[in-house]
């Protein structure tokens, strides 16, 4: 083997394989040989990155008021009869434009100022693999916790009852869909996964900071007017939240995770408008 001396000099001894393999290989003093020991020298796996509380508590604070905010908005212009697909842009920017300037604002303020590392916000090839995995996952806790919360006669009410009684048009359902499948999951996966998940871990265990940001997802979904039905909705969603929190954690990112929320959010909407797209 064709190799340089080893870092510490000539000297017979083990070292690290200069090839890269996870062993130690012999130096005799002159050449590597082919002895190897047979002890891996894998690299510690590197530590989960956090943030500071202050970023998690913000972020959280940030997008439900947005969201309050946007429905106050829409109620209030919704009398000038403009297209419906004027008002689904006017509650994405309104909803979600708010998290985005938290988490760059964050970022600077108490992270390295770079948003997308700070948060995660990395996406591989493999994800396209990891995305449907854990998307399959979070249905099942999902309809796990649907089987309990009916068993347990708790109101449950879908955050989507209403939409497939209503005549939409085409540009509707186009916006409706990149709201639904783009613009939430990008948002909400950066504030639950990104932002809250790694701010809780600078004070909590791993398996606290899953859950709490999971019960945080599921009540950011509570509609007034959903009335009792806000409990189970509540709950079966919180499932989900943990479910892609664990993944967010065990990943070191949230590129899968986000590709998880659209598929969930895509298969949804497209069952819910599937009956309601006028004929061709």
Known sequence: MRFGAPP?????????????YPVLRYYDGRVWTTATSGMTTFEPAPDHPVLDLRVAVGAVVVLITSLVASRFLLDAIVRFDWPIAVYTAISILAGYVPSVGWCWYASRRWGTGRLLADFGVRVRWVDLGWGPL???TAVACELFVIVLVQALEI???SNTEGIGELDLDRTYVVSLLIAAVVAAPIV???VFRGALLRGLRSRMPAVAAIGVQGALFGLAHVDPVRGAGNIGLAIVLAAVGVALG???????RI???VIAHAIL????????????????
């Open 8 to 20: 510490g000099g000539p000297r017979a001894g083990w070292y690290p394989d200069p090839a890269g």
């Open 246 to 252: 664990g993944a967010a954690y065990l990943l070191h």
């Open 155 to 157: 109101p449950l009410t």
């Open 134 to 136: 854990i998307w399959i």
């Open 255 to 257: 590129g899968p995770v």
């Open 265 to 280: 959010n895509a298969v949804v909407m497209a069952v819910v408008l599937t009956d309601s797209l006028p004929a061709s």
């Open 188 to 190: 909400e996966e950066l």
